[in-house]
T-cell receptor, first 114, second 115 residues
Framework: GQNIDQPTEMTATEGAIVQINCTYQ??????LFWYQQHAGEAPTFLSY????GLEEKGRFSSFLSRSKGYSYLLLKELQMKDSASYLC???????????????FGKGTKLSVIP | GAGVSQSPSNKVTEKGKDVELRCDPI?????LYWYRQSLGQGLEFLIY????????KSGLPSDRFSAERTGGSVSTLTIQRTQQEDSAVYLC?????????????FGEGSWLTVV
């Protein structure tokens, strides 16, 4: 089975740094995605990790440790527009049957306050 | 097209009626996915297409749900005899292929309300 855990809600101050954690237990692993979803809108892609380590992309960074089943999304220099839900999603290992769907966590609702 | 396009964007239907949701993926994307997001819940996988075939239908919640894809492009998700618990946002997504690392891009969703 697949199980992905993220904190339900977080609050942080404008200009600060926030780390959103994600732990997963899946039947296989073939990559982890982070998506941002503003209220009432579709998710948008932020990052993809398949190897251990840190991937940096502007103000956003994502870290993966496969041995620990753990990832985090780091947001620096927070802006009010960063208030959104952040979804962690794991792609299970490719199988002969071709099961390539992403399994999503329930998302972390981040509120950025002045 | 430039992005994944879904229609209708909003649909209110009476319990027991059938609804059809349409998805037009990004041009050239061979993989197409349907997800469902109920209020306050995470995204729930429904079905995945590679070309016109659906290797994984494991997420369809009941036999009232079906999906097809023709010409390797447009897909329709059909819900028969809708129930109130079917109320949700139905999100379509596509990727260049189903291989690892290909980013999945989402449409804006079809917001379904069953009254």
């Amino acid at each position: 089975g697949q199980n992905i855990d993220q904190p339900t809600e977080m609050t942080a101050t404008e200009g600060a740094i926030v780390q959103i954690n994600c732990t997963y237990q899946t039947s296989g692993f073939n990559g982890l995605f982070w998506y941002q979803q503003h209220a009432g809108e579709a998710p948008t892609f932020l990052s993809y990790n398949v190897l251990d380590g840190l991937e940096e992309k502007g103000r956003f960074s994502s870290f993966l440790s496969r041995s620990k089943g753990y990832s985090y999304l780091l947001l620096k220099e927070l802006q009010m527009k960063d208030s959104a839900s952040y979804l962690c999603a794991v792609r299970p290992i490719d199988s002969g049957a071709g099961s390539y769907q992403l399994t999503f966590g329930k998302g972390t609702k981040l509120s950025v306050i002045p | 097209g430039a992005g994944v396009s879904q229609s209708p964007s909003n649909k209110v239907t009476e319990k027991g009626k059938d609804v059809e949701l349409r998805c037009d993926p990004i041009s050239g994307h061979t993989a197409l996915y349907w997800y469902r997001q109920s209020l306050g819940q995470g995204l729930e996988f429904l079905i995945y297409f590679q070309g016109n075939s659906a290797p994984d239908k494991s997420g369809l919640p009941s036999d009232r749900f079906s999906a097809e894809r023709t010409g390797g492009s447009v897909s329709t998700l059909t819900i028969q005899r809708t129930q109130q618990e079917d109320s949700a946002v139905y999100l379509c997504a596509s990727s260049r292929s189903a291989l690892s690392g290909n980013t999945i891009y989402f449409g804006e969703g079809s917001w379904l309300t069953v009254v």
